[in-house]
């Protein structure tokens, strides 16, 4: 039986002071929570003491023993501190509370702020910062200031709001204002996500947090070579460690070895005899009785290498006739290309004309919960545990490796702890499945932070050399755009990607001529696939360079630059494809910021601009599916089953609101259930698409419910299906290449001496708002996320494949201190043949930032930029 571990539990090991003298050998005495308890005494820290002894979960992992998330956090003698920090021997003598020692209303009441302004997503940081909210109240009060809040914050990382409603929701709590939560009832209603409280309550358990009889614990061994030759794999050693129970390895996998999303390249182990291709291939999984005893044997296991060159360059790998990855011919992933007109007769009768090649770099995703797999073997389907993207094709790749049928394992959907598209791609779910498999026992493996940065694809680096002309008017002639991505050694969705950007390369303009080509390499760096933006931002950072280029030599403003050539209904848009009456955004996005654009340039202001569109969906010619099931149940209840991945953007939120608008019902009624056990859906949950996707096939399943009555223990199906899209390849004349796009104008306002910005107006068609608070917060987490982008985030690696920024803190993520104001204000210009109007918020928030931030920089100094990340101080670079 699955459970999760919300307290103290005695039968973990945990013992209260009663049932053991404080003189037994290799215990430590705390108090937590009031209660005074014995706990090994070989703990690393007081974190790995409440979560893995006493079953304490509010306080979560998100990168032990570093102390740089905040996640761990719990107060020690009424201070806040992060428990991954703290040894038995400094906590011991102290007082440890968590959240769950919290007396139940103010527990009530931090959980309540934080509903009510939307100040959570995914949740998976939000009980660290609730107890750093407590401490910094009972120390200021009412003198608590938004200052003090945004540097006391330092500590906490969280990726997905941006900290604006953050410090909102503490605001709330000194004032003494909170309100009585409460679900939204109807579409366009600003309301509480579904599970709110739970979630910043750390009640509601992520996988890590997930236990069952029998269970044991697993780990990786990873590669210590990014490219080498695997002579032999000796763990003999690490098979001798007391509480050992298991060690498996290439050779124990009765399927398939190798799996993928779309091509099955990536090995879920190199076997002897094989070869490394970057430092996240895994060589064995070590299975224990304890975590801790199963990270000490895989460090113990000794590995036998020929270490070779790695290529860790895009051009190498091209240039190279030696293939960089094991098994697979040539180091060139994809070549995506299109053209329309004339571009070099374009570009000649050009009045002005612009050539210069921008570079972006590799970004780490950084979601607060590391990758955790829990697979449970029984009498009827191995059960698999993932928060993963897409449990459909966990299932399939995982039966595929076990070598049994896909209805022999369910992958029960676990929401997740941040996602951005890393967790599309599997990481520990094939080998946690493999060895539960083969013991018959309950296993569990979760990645360490460091695991988790090797493991997973990242955003491409991409290379972008590209043309532009425009008319003596500012009007656009031509575009030309080269573009190469290092996409590490497998397939992951880099393919997509490098498709994704070459058709994003035209951004929101009208462009009569426009030839593109982007090549997606293989080398021996981090894989790189999904991150939001999917390659739109790699390229609408050059594509918006090179219109404020143009715009300077032709003396006009880039707002006006991008007025005269945007997007209407009825123009041929980048591959060809003919605009519908949703493009509309475009325009009426840039009409919504000019008068703060003209106020802060009239304030002497630095400014910058920034169009963008991204699709929403997978396009393309794929078909896309979304099935949902409503039923009625004896207790009056409401369950709605969907397919898509919960991960903070809140599509939950979405099947609850679209439900009790539909059937007309209270929505405390309605349990929203991911149903893994049928087929509901396709694909991932990526491309902007679950609010879209999802929203329909509910949308439908409550119109099949409301046409047959409503009746009591009937399944009501519907669906929402995309089926009208056209592949590049297909050679269509004007293809249809996505069915709906976002559309964001983006103004960057900076201090004109310093640099400093000061403000981001994001101004987002979104064509239909379900609920506008939570849209709210996607468009400020991905603002902050993007200014990340433009100003500091970077994974890069050294010559040997190893990346050189291995911890949280190193990796530039901007903290609450950094955050300027961020306005968020919505548009919604429908579009056409989706559910409501709906556009895709979840990616688009970031496309046009690093573009209106390299433009106001060049507003402070006259330098034009053209590498991320970048800063006031560096000239633009060749």
């Keep these: 039986m699955l459970l999760t571990t919300p307290g103290i539990t005695p039968s973990m090991a945990a013992v209260l002071k009663g049932d053991m003298t404080p003189t037994t050998p290799g215990t430590t005495e705390l108090a937590v929570n009031g209660d005074v308890v014995l706990v090994r005494a070989d703990h690393p820290h007081l974190l790995a003491a409440l979560r893995d002894e006493l079953g304490i979960t509010s306080p979560k992992d998100g990168c032990s023993p570093s102390g740089q998330c905040g996640a761990c956090t719990v107060l020690l003698d009424g201070k806040a501190i992060q428990s991954c920090l703290v040894d038995l021997e400094k906590a011991s003598g102290k007082d440890v509370t968590t959240l769950e020692g919290f007396e139940p209303e ?88 579904y599970e709110a409280t739970q979630l910043a309550l750390g009640d509601r358990g992520y996988v890590d947090d997930l236990t069952a009889d029998g269970m044991l614990h697993a780990a990786l061994k990873l590669a210590d070579h990014a490219r080498a030759d695997v002579i032999r794999i000796d763990t003999s050693a690490a098979a001798l460690i007391d509480g050992v129970i298991g060690i498996f390895t290439a050779a124990d996998v009765p399927g398939e070895l190798r799996v993928g999303i779309i091509d099955t390249d990536w090995p879920v182990f190199i076997p002897e005899g094989g070869r490394t291709s970057y430092l996240g291939d895994v060589l064995a999984i070590v299975v224990a009785d304890r975590v801790d005893i199963a990270r000490k044997a895989a460090g113990m296991i000794e590995v036998t290498y020929d270490v070779l060159t790695p290529f860790t360059g895009a051009d190498a790998a091209l240039a190279a006739d030696e293939d960089a990855v094991w098994g697979l011919d040539g180091n060139v992933l994809s070549r995506t290309a299109y053209s329309r007109g004339d571009v070099d007769e374009a570009l000649r009768g050009s009045a002005f004309a612009v050539h210069e090649t921008f570079f972006t770099q590799r970004v780490e995703h950084a979601f607060l919960e590391p990758e955790s797999t829990l697979a449970v073997p029984g009498d009827g389907p ?94 656009l002639t031509a575009v030309r755009a080269k573009m190469v991505g290092d996409s590490g050694p497998y397939a992951s969705v880099g393919m997509k990607v490098l498709e994704r950007a070459a058709g994003h390369a035209s951004g929101p303009y009208v462009i009569p001529a426009i030839d593109v080509e982007a090549v997606a390499v293989r080398t021996n760096n981090p894989v790189c696939g999904a991150f939001r933006g999917f390659g739109a931002n790699q390229a609408q950072f050059a594509t918006e360079g090179l219109i404020d280029r143009l715009a300077e030599q032709v003396g006009i403003s880039g707002w006006e630059m991008r007025s005269r050539n945007v997007v209407t209904p009825g123009v041929v848009w980048g591959p060809g494809q003919i605009m519908d009456a949703g493009c509309e955004g475009a325009r009426r996005c840039l009409d919504v910021v000019k008068p703060a654009y003209d106020a802060a340039r009239a304030a002497g202001k630095a400014v910058g601009l920034g169009l963008g569109l991204k699709n929403s969906g997978l396009g393309n010619g794929s078909l896309e599916i979304s099935r949902a099931v409503v039923r009625f149940e004896e207790d009056g209840t409401v369950e709605v089953r969907h397919c898509w991945t919960e991960m903070g953007q809140g599509i939950h939120t979405v099947a609850l609101q679209v439900a009790a608008s539909e059937l007309g019902i209270d929505p405390t009624r309605i349990r929203v259930v991911v149903d893994t056990t049928r087929e509901l859906g ?43 899209t056209n592949a590049l390849e297909d050679g269509a004349h004007n293809p249809i290449i996505h069915s709906a796009f976002g559309y964001a104008a983006q103004l960057v306002i900076a201090d004109p001496n310093t640099g400093k910005i000061e403000k981001v107006v994001a101004v987002h068609d979104v064509g239909k708002a379900i609920n506008p608070m939570l849209v709210e917060g996607q468009i400020e987490g991905a603002v902050h996320m993007g200014l990340g982008y433009a100003l500091s985030e970077e994974f890069p690696t050294d010559d040997t494949g190893m990346p050189t920024n291995m911890t949280l803190r190193s990796l530039g993520i901007l903290r609450a201190k950094d955050i300027p104001e961020i306005e968020a204000i919505l548009v919604e210009v429908p579009q056409p043949r989706a559910p409501y109007g709906i556009k895709g918020v979840g990616e688009i928030g970031l496309v046009p930032t690093a573009g209106a931030v390299a433009a106001a920089f060049h507003d402070v100094d006259g330098v034009w930029r053209n590498r991320l990340p970048m800063t006031i101080h560096h000239p633009i670079q060749k």
């Excluded at 527990?107 to 509903?115: G, K, P, S, Y």
């Excluded at 520990?428 to 694809?457: F, G, I, Y």
């Excluded at 949950?685 to 509910?698: E, F, I, K, Q, Y």
Aim: with cysteine.
């Design 682 to 724: 396709a694909g991932q949950t990526t491309g902007s698409r679950g609010t879209l996707m999802g929203a329909g096939g509910v949308a439908d399943a409550c119109r099949v419910a409301n046409e047959a009555g409503q009746a009591i223990g009937v399944d009501y199906v519907g669906e929402y299906r995309v089926d009208w």
């Design 382 to 475: 191995l059960l698999v545990y993932s928060g993963g993207q897409g449990v459909w094709d966990d299932r399939n790749q995982i039966a595929s490796v076990l070598a049994i049928e896909v209805d022999e394992v369910v992958v029960e959907l676990v929401s997740n702890g941040g996602a951005f598209g890393g967790k599309e791609d599997m990481a520990n779910q094939a080998q946690t499945a493999l060895a539960a498999h083969l013991l018959q026992r309950p296993v569990k493996c979760t990645l360490t932070r460091e695991q988790s940065l090797l493991m997973h694809a990242k955003r491409h680096p991409i290379r972008i050399e590209a043309w532009a002309g425009c008319d003596a008017d500012g009007r």
């Design 106 to 193: 103010e527990r009530n009441r931090l959980a309540t702020a934080f509903a009510v302004t939307g100040a959570l997503q995914c949740g998976f940081c939000t009980p660290g910062i609730l107890v750093r909210t407590k401490a910094l109240l009972d120390q200021k009060g009412k003198d608590l200031t938004r200052e003090t809040t945004a540097g006391r914050l330092g500590g906490h990382l969280c990726r997905c709001t941006g900290y604006t409603k953050i410090f909102d929701a503490i605001e709330m709590l000194r004032d003494g204002t909170v309100p009585v939560p409460g679900l939204p009832t109807a579409i366009g209603e600003s309301g509480t996500k």
